[in-house]
């Protein structure tokens, strides 16, 4: 089953990138892919230009500095493909001024992009929102790495995966692209919401099938109640499993430039401390 063959990495001055790019780096080499990276620094807000006012706000940030942080970034990048002796590992240049285009169309162009989790302590990370407008204009596959840890996928295939399943199309889209994670998988945990018994019944004999025939057999199903607050019983039962990855669904829409997110995919970003698999 072929698993991602062109990672796209929006990296940046953060201590964070590092974790993004070891993933990254580790996807590919079991998946025989590329790793692409593009500088993703403070003063970009993906496909939404800024205010001018916000050019120059943070931390005094100014043409002259974004263009040195960007050639750092480039240079560290440069340094680990050499470490790492991977020739499939790419930088991709774009025009300063048009970055936002730039990777709004590289992203497309990808199989996954990895992505971090919103943190504004850190002086370069790209700003609010970056990730969800990412997810939600590009509908392409998402890795989402929680911010200050180290994640366990660099290391090890994810021995154990919790599928968040609710039966809809972002759910469906985000289960098929992890599909090659999901078949190496020790143990696949499924979570949905209780609804109509006998309709919940034939999604479950549907799902298990639907798995079994891309050779991921036995699933071990759960259930949250309707009123329980989804995304904490997703955490509390990915933590009670020890997943590595949680697979769901992506939720939102865009407005007026603006992005909305569903409730659910909201408090994930924000309180995940496992990696998420997230399409929309």
Known sequence: MQGPKSILVPLDASPSARERLATANALARRHGGVVLGMYAGARRHALRPPRIEHLHHRD????????DVRHQVQAWFDGETRRADRPAMQWLEADANNLDDALARQVLLADLVVLGSRNDDEPDAPGRGF?????????????????????SLPRHRPATILLAWDGRPAAS????????????????????????????????????????????????????HDDDEAADAILALAADVGADLIVMGCYGHGRMREFLLGGTTRSMLRKTRVPLWMTH
């Open 131 to 151: 990730t969800e407008r990412i997810l939600i204009s590009s509908g392409k596959p998402g890795l989402v790495l929680p911010t200050g840890m180290c994640s």
């Open 60 to 67: 005094g940030y100014d043409a002259d500095r974004h263009h």
């Open 173 to 224: 889209r985000a289960m098929a692209s992890a599909l090659p994670l999901i078949a190496q998988a020790d143990a696949l945990h499924t979570i949905e919401p209780c609804g109509a018994l006998d309709e919940r019944e034939v999604d479950r004999f549907d799902l298990r099938r639907y798995l079994a025939a891309h050779g991921v057999n036995p699933v071990r199903h759960h259930h949250r």
